[in-house]
């Protein structure tokens, strides 16, 4: 219970600075929202990766490598994103550096969802 409410709570302290970055009437730009979308393709391929692959096997596996590097791909991107926005001047740099924190928090609080949820037990994310 407790590692559901801090992962719920990293959540929302992550979404707040994106929200920070953007609705700042200093910043009052909404581009860095184009984030979200990394937020929502960033445990996919991971998820059918586990789904595909058998985690007996204790040698390494093409198709779960291949999701690791595809989801390392959009992490960085949506860490590229805010800095390539910065540099056109679509948004200034105190915006970039609070969607890089929301980034930040967001990232670690899927991964440890990943870990929490992750494992073969009774109460798991894959019951879903």
């Known amino acids: 219970l407790a590692a559901l409410i801090s992962l719920s709570f990293g959540g929302a302290v ?3 600075f ?7 009437p200093q910043y009052n730009r909404y581009w860095p ?3 979200l979308f990394f937020y929502i393709l960033s445990p996919i391929p991971y998820c059918i990766a586990r789904r595909l692959v058998d985690d007996t096997d204790a040698t390494s596996n093409a198709c779960k490598e291949l ?6 791909g959009i992490v960085v991107s949506a860490f ?5 926005f910065a540099r056109a001047q679509l948004i200034y740099w105190g915006a970039c550096a609070l969607v ?3 980034n930040t928090v967001i990232f670690a609080t899927i991964l440890g969802f990943f870990l ?6 009774d109460f798991s994310w894959q019951q879903w």
């Open 116 to 121: 929490v949820f992750g494992s073969n037990d």
């Open 18 to 24: 994106l929200m920070l970055g953007c609705a700042l």
């Open 100 to 102: 890089l924190t929301g």
């Open 14 to 16: 992550g979404l707040m």
């Open 33 to 35: 929202l184009f984030v």
């Open 67 to 72: 999701a690791i590097f595809l989801t390392t």
């Open 80 to 84: 590229g994103l805010p800095i390539v």
